[in-house]
């Protein structure tokens, strides 16, 4: 028997958290499924698919993707202290012979578990090692294709309105109370999110808010979740140089509600003014799980009636199954009324009054790069945004057509390298709705900005609208901006939070709103002339 004496609350909590450390390679084979070779008693610390934070005690994942073997960095790993390598390998020759120099040492032999699906095993590993954060916390995820970064805000901000510290991450930002890191990704790898997860229960919070993209789930990213809500937006058409096809991606949109990522979340809040998301409540329906609908144009749980629009914001009556009031909301246009619903729906799910969820939706501007607003002593407006999909084009549009009296001048362009397919339908949305079009240079990459600006030359030449093509992003804003009147509106879409540009292989500092400000700065200089 061990006595332990002079034992306080903090000595407790040190003890507890020692004891919630000590998972073993034993314990992560069992979890994987994975055959092993080497010490299955070495205690695993952390799980890292990057060779870089693969220190003492961490399992490091050696996956292939389609630039990059990281079983090439696996000596490196090795002498870094790395508890042992999950692959879908057999064992190399360099981790025999490093095996092998340990045993000569009298150390324990280096470990390597051999699995079917290095992800999914990743994922379950990561889970394990840190003791699966997500069942400690009221997570919420959020997958469509439009709204997910101004929806995972509006949600994020209602613990906050309660005095609680929230977990987020997403497209802009990771946020662990009050710090704030820089996205890597919009959801960050299954390692990654289990380790931020486990810091975010450490500092308090209870609720933690992330973005669930497509991508990401194929692969096993949000695998071994809990989610206490998960919430769908909508499915337009993106991401098909990935998916290939619109089945698979609504496929893997429907991951986050079916099971397949380990469990099925306790709560779906689901658009039903979206044709997939009438499916999906339907069939959750039927197989006895809590949706909650939210809609503007059909009869649901919780609806918004009667909006009025404005560049200050927008006015709505909000109904939910208990009660209906006036609600007022600093984000601009109809997509963000969706946005808003989902976000008092997600709410009322994880247990905050309406009362606490009107008093932090009242006050959220919502995501950075989405319609925001520029501002300058100027008679007419200029907005940057993140829309880059026809459908997300075209949502901004209408939005900007609610709130302008003048013309609509919209900057845009395509992205390189990334689902062609998308472009011309681009060029006809910005074409439909607007009044002039610049066409102009997104993130090129290694395509030919020229060819990429012909593909979306179609799509414009279908609506009859005057357009430029200019494929030097900074001359196409300064022009826009120029060419401005009173009551005009000029967007600049594509781009929105985003501070960088990738010409060839090369990333430069690039920022649309600082673009924008330098071309508002001259032009009045040359108006005053």
Request: charged share 25%; with cysteine; glycine share 8%.
């Amino acid at each position: 028997m061990i006595i332990i004496t002079n034992l306080t609350t903090s000595n407790l909590k040190r003890i507890i958290k020692v004891e919630k450390q000590a998972v073993r390679i034993g314990d992560i084979v069992r979890v994987t499924q994975g055959n092993s070779s080497g010490d299955l008693g070495a205690v695993v610390t952390d799980v890292s698919h990057d060779s870089r934070q693969a220190k003492s005690g961490s399992l490091f994942v050696a996956v292939r993707g389609e630039l990059f073997d990281a079983h090439k960095f696996i000596p490196q790993v090795m002498e870094q202290g790395a508890a042992g390598i999950l692959s879908e390998l057999e064992p190399t020759a360099e981790w025999r012979s490093f095996a092998e120099s340990q045993s000569e040492r009298g150390l324990a032999p280096a470990s390597w578990i051999q699995v079917k699906n290095v992800r999914r095993a990743m994922a379950l590993a990561a889970a394990e090692v840190h003791h699966h954060p997500s069942r400690e916390l009221n997570l919420a995820g959020i997958t469509g294709t439009n709204g997910k970064t101004t929806c995972a805000y509006l949600i994020a901000s209602i613990p906050e309105a309660a005095s609680e510290p929230v977990a987020m991450t997403g497209t802009v930002e990771y946020r662990l109370g009050k710090e704030r890191r820089k996205a890597d990704r919009t959801t960050p790898e299954a390692t990654d999110m289990q380790r931020l997860l486990r810091q975010s229960v450490e500092i308090g919070c209870k609720t933690a808010v992330m973005e669930c993209s497509s991508q990401a789930m194929d692969f096993h990213r949000c695998d071994e979740l809990d989610y206490a809500v998960a919430a769908f937006t909508n499915l337009t058409r993106d991401h098909l140089d990935y998916h290939k096809t619109m089945e698979n991606y609504w496929y893997a949109k429907q991951r986050l509600f079916d099971g397949r990522l380990g469990s099925r979340p306790k709560t779906s809040v689901i658009n039903v003014d979206d044709a997939h998301g009438i499916e999906l409540a339907d069939r959750l329906e039927k197989e006895g799980l809590r949706v909650v609908r939210y809609a503007v144009k059909s009869e649901a749980d919780i609806t918004a009636r009667d909006p009025e629009f404005s560049l200050n914001g927008m006015r709505f009556r909000l109904s939910t199954p208990d009660t209906e009031i006036d609600f007022h909301s600093p984000l601009v246009g109809p997509p963000h009324i969706y946005n808003t619903l989902a976000a008092v729906g997600s709410g009322l799910a994880l247990g905050y009054s309406l009362d606490v969820i009107q008093k932090a939706l009242e006050k959220c501007t919502g995501a950075p790069g989405r319609f925001e607003r520029v501002p300058h002593d100027g008679d007419f407006a200029v907005v940057v945004d993140y829309a880059h999909s026809d459908d997300a084009l075209l949502n901004v549009l209408r939005t900007a057509r609610e709130v302008t009296k003048g013309r609509i001048i919209t900057v845009f362009g395509c992205g390189g390298d990334r689902d062609g397919s998308k472009r011309a339908p681009m060029g006809e949305a910005a074409g439909s709705l607007s009044d002039v079009v610049i066409l102009t240079s997104d993130n090129p990459r290694t395509e030919d900005p020229n060819k990429i600006l012909a593909d979306a030359e179609v799509g414009i030449q279908k609506t009859g609208k005057p357009y430029e093509k200019i494929a030097d992003r900074r001359e196409a804003i300064h022009h826009a901006i120029e060419q401005a009147r009173a009551d005009d509106l000029v967007l600049i879409a594509g781009k929105g939070h985003e501070d960088y540009q990738i010409l060839g292989r090369e990333v430069f500092h690039f920022d649309d709103k600082e673009v924008a400000r330098e071309a508002l700065i001259s032009s009045d200089s040359h108006r005053a002339a």
